[in-house]
């Protein structure tokens, strides 16, 4: 992976840069640079990419976190803002040239306001804390990422984060309430509240999702949702992904739109029932997992309908969950899936390409090809309901050219996805992995007007560089404008 | 305005704007035309109308997906999705009675662009929370595409959201991929009679932090209530009773059961509580919706205020005392507040004043003059100020998707190209 190349004379000046940092914030290990500390800062979640920062910053106030993007902004030193390091897609990757910012130390909830329905956090503050610290007074916030124990709100904010839930509660940006969020140049805004929507151009919505090339969050107001009175699964194993996919296709035609819709092929169930002992169904080639929350009466009856319709898609194995354990002991299965299948194979490459639900048989199909082409086995867990998958490719690293050849699978499948009309990422961001991907799922001109934001917000490309574009144009010719005044007088275009 | 031009092909929109941009004319850009009369008067040389460029081009109910071109009316959208059952989810209102013109009318842009939702964005989120991805021409007469078909998509910068809440300054967009929500079952409205107005809106909060999935929370003013077409409602708001209204939808046996969990768990704040059911609900929900309690008298001016919910009636009741004779109701459980302010005050600023102010002391929030004549459109901010930062930022976007300011100039602020 090709990353801009290190300014020398940032390097050079590095004493200079930690220095200026120290004065900006002065607490005691507010600033570290000592090589074997910085190491802890070197990779995220995608840990086949390391770099150590040039130094990395882990300011307490918002003041502090405007001064040192003001730095950036004035002295051109590089930031990569970090949360709690837990991407998948590299999007905390450091830069050898540059100050990464850690929002660790900004870990409190500051305002839980149950009558409006919201928390106001800190962004350093864990996605799971915040359903925790409310989780008394029958509240939780939605967006469940399989990270949320570690994970932090403002990460999920950068990422767009989604989680099990995303078909009925839907992603971060839609449980946002407010932003504080600091510029490069250091200015403070504070975008939405307590209240819906915004008044003029959606910037909160632009910034959730921007992987840390638009500012920094440094406060976050969500929305919570009370719980749901009670929550059942349905456990139904199939003789074939197919059977399994049109009993998705009509449980979603039917009217219903369960919590969570999760689909394993086989080596995915083999691989969780060996892990797990949660009981799954050895002999089904696909595994689907169905939730349904709320009011009792209501899924009482739902379940009672996709039972039924599970039968009649030919479900040879199904079980209803008879109480909060067994619930729990069904999910216990997937929510393992990916240390599962670190069991089985010494590395795993975990894809996140979205596709059209009723693709899934020809996708797993050509999948299968790969892996035989490929030499790699593949293991499939599948947000079936809103058509996010994730194939677990099996390699071992210490095997020569292995991560090489996962890594073009996972290319390929990728572009599969987006040959049938889904998305090159999900949930999991484009970052350095899918970085020089995007090509394949956009035109140079969709390209350009995504770069319009950048320019807009960091038109230095100070903020988070080498992430989501595979080149960065110059903002001022980008912004040139191709006037073609000759092209009148278009005899084509009807008037009136 | 000297031309209309009526593409009925993208290039020929890229074509329109091309021309536009060359000779530096700006353009108005209208689908049919039923959300004209919001925002500052533009400077516009021609009209882009766009309700040539019609068509459903994909609708796959089974994974809740629905594209099709900008102009493409609204009935066809409805018709399409009710044949399915289905709907959109963020209950776009119609404003075309409110505005002084027939209702039905409006395009699939016109429904998304301005991001206006109407009583379920409480529980189901607004227009851009359902745009998938999109087709439009910036601009800079360029075309382009944003986005996708799929439900979960962070692939690059999520520009579905700036086209939502642009009121068509950022790009003409020609074709619209939206996530489309299962018509419930059934639903059922517990309406709650006689409560203060703070007191009703204590009750939407209690009611939506509780189990029952409440899918829109609404309280009428007496006076206003007593508009209604609804008989139950009517008849309260003539005795000089309040109405607070509670939606629950889903399987009929569910809604039944949540119905009257609701006027259980709300009995100690209101003892006289009675249910209507789906039919009556969808009108006076309609009525909420589209804000119709308030259009008489014509020349009041309708403000949309959004706002922390439970501070939606002080923010009210402090506008009432600076603007004596303002009318309003309240929907997302307090958090939108509908105004209809007095015509006399269009002479002044229109109540900009004293309701910017009450925001400003109450926590917060935002005020669209929704409807006023175009004297005072022209002169007071019809869309809440940004901050300076916020304002700047804006500006750079608008000049990114748009250099010359050729897409509906002077919408949303005053603005002038750069030299």
């Known amino acids: 992976m090709r990353m801009p190349e290190p300014d020398a004379t940032t390097l050079d000046r590095r004493l200079s840069v930690v220095h200026e940092l120290r004065r900006m914030v002065p607490e005691p290990g507010g600033v570290i640079h000592d090589p074997d500390e910085l190491a802890v ?204 996919g049109d009993t998705v296709t009509a449980i979603i035609a039917g009217g219903i739109i369960p919590a969570g819709l999760e689909m394993m092929d086989r080596p995915a169930i083999h691989a969780a029932e060996a892990f797990c002992h949660a009981g799954y169904p050895l002999d089904a080639e696909a595994l689907l997992i169905c939730e349904l929350d709320g009011p009792e009466a209501e899924v009482e009856h739902l379940i009672e309908q996709v039972a039924a319709i599970a039968r009649g898609k030919g479900a040879n194995s199904l079980r209803v969950s008879a109480d909060e354990a067994e619930r729990q002991a069904f999910w216990a299965g997937r929510k393992a899936a990916f240390p599962a299948v670190g069991r089985i194979s010494p590395d795993y490459y975990c894809m996140d390409g979205t596709i059209p639900r009723h693709q899934l048989p020809h996708v797993l199909g050509r999948m299968r090809q790969m892996s035989a082409e490929y030499g790699l ?52 961001g484009v970052g350095v992995e899918k970085r020089d991907l995007m090509p394949v799922m956009f035109e140079p001109v969709d390209l350009a007007h995504q770069q319009q934001v950048k320019c807009a917000f960091d038109p230095r490309h100070r903020l988070n560089p080498g992430k989501m574009f595979p080149e960065l144009h110059n903002c001022a010719e980008l912004g040139r404008l191709h006037v073609s005044g000759g092209r009148m007088p278009f005899p084509d275009l009807p008037r009136f | 305005m000297s031309e ?58 089974a994974e809740l997906v629905l594209r099709a071109a900008a102009g493409t009316p609204r009935a066809e959208i409805e018709a399409a999705l009710a044949a399915e059952r289905q709907r959109l989810a963020f209950d776009p209102p119609d404003l075309g009675a409110l505005l002084g013109g027939p209702a039905g009318r409006g395009t699939l842009a016109g429904m998304v662009v301005p991001n206006l939702g109407g009583p379920r964005r409480l529980s189901a989120g607004a227009p851009r929370d359902h745009l998938l991805g999109y087709k439009a021409v910036s601009g800079r007469a360029e075309a382009y595409k944003a986005g996708g078909r799929v439900m979960k998509n962070v692939t690059g910068f999520d520009l579905c959201k700036l086209m939502a809440g642009s009121w068509g300054t950022l790009g003409v967009l020609t074709e619209l991929t939206l996530k489309v929500q299962p018509l419930p079952e059934t639903s059922r409205t517990v309406l709650l009679l006689g409560l203060t ?96 309690l308030l259009a008489e008298p014509a020349e009041g001016l309708i403000w949309r205020l959004s706002v922390t919910p439970m501070r939606g009636p002080e923010i009210a009741h402090a506008i009432v005392q600076r603007l004596p004779g303002t009318r309003g109701l309240y929907d997302w459980a307090g958090g939108l507040v509908w105004l209809a302010v007095p015509g006399d005050t269009a002479q002044g600023d229109g109540g900009a004043g004293p309701i910017r102010r009450a925001l400003a002391e109450h926590g917060g929030g935002h005020a669209l003059l929704l409807r006023g004549p175009e004297a005072l459109r022209a002169r007071v901010a019809v869309f809440q100020p940004e901050d300076r930062v916020t304002a700047a930022l804006s500006r750079r976007l608008r000049l990114g998707f748009d250099p010359r300011l050729i897409l509906n100039r002077g919408r949303l602020i005053a603005e002038q190209p750069e030299e």
């Open chain 1, 41 to 244: 800062y070197e990779c995220d979640g995608l840990t086949a990419y390391r770099q150590l920062p040039l130094v990395v910053v882990l300011p307490q106030t918002t003041r502090q976190v405007a001064q040192v993007l003001k730095y950036c902004h004035e002295t051109g030193v590089k930031v990569v803002p970090r949360g709690a390091g837990t991407s998948l897609s590299g999007g905390a990757l450091p830069l050898a040239d540059g100050i990464t910012l850690g929002l660790g130390k900004f870990n409190r909830i500051l305002e839980v306001d149950l009558e409006n329905r919201c928390a106001v956090v800190q962004p350093g503050v864990t996605n799971l804390a915040i359903s925790t610290a409310v989780a008394g007074q029958g509240f939780y916030y939605a967006p469940d990422p399989s990270s949320q124990i570690a994970c932090s709100i403002g990460g999920n904010v950068a990422e767009n984060s989604g989680g099990v839930h995303c078909l009925k509660y839907g992603l971060t940006t839609n449980n946002l309430l407010g932003l504080e969020f600091v510029t490069i140049e250091g200015e403070v805004i504070r975008l939405g509240g307590k209240h819906l929507d915004s008044p003029g151009y959606d910037l909160m919505g632009v910034i959730t999702g921007s992987e840390g090339l638009l500012g920094v969050v440094t406060e976050v107001t969500v929305r919570l949702l009370p719980t749901p009175a009670t929550a059942r699964a349905l456990l139904m194993g199939f003789e074939s992904s197919e059977a399994a």
């Open chain 1, 377 to 428: 086995d593949v293991a499939n867990v599948f947000h079936a309901g809103d058509g996010n998958l994730h194939p677990l490719i099996l390699f071992d690293a210490n095997r020569p050219g292995d991560l090489e050849k996962a890594e073009a699978f996972g290319a390929e499948i990728l572009k599969l996805c987006v040959e049938v009309g889904g998305v090159l990422t999900g949930e999991h």
């Open chain 2, 4 to 61: 209309t031009l009526k593409p009925a092909t993208a290039d020929q929109v890229v074509d329109a704007v091309a021309q536009a941009l060359a000779a530096g004319t700006p353009l108005e850009v209208v689908g049919q035309g039923s959300k004209r009369a919001i925002g500052r008067p533009m400077e516009a040389e021609s009209r882009l109308d766009l309700s040539k460029l019609t068509g459903i081009s994909l609708y796959e109910p």
């Open chain 2, 197 to 292: 107005d703070g007191l009703g809106v204590r009750a939407l909060s209690r009611a939506m932090g509780g189990p029952h999935e409440v899918a829109a929370a609404a309280h009428l003013p007496a006076g206003v209530a007593a508009l209604s077409k609804v008989a139950a409602v009517a008849r309260a708001g003539a005795e000089g009773r309040a109405v607070t209204a509670l939606k629950v939808e889903g399987p009929g046996p569910s809604v039944a059961h949540r119905a009257g969990g609701l006027k259980t768990d709300l009995a100690d704040l209101s003892a006289d509580a009675e249910d209507i059911h789906d039919a009556q609900g969808a009108t006076l929900w309609q009525e909420i919706r589209d804000a119709t």
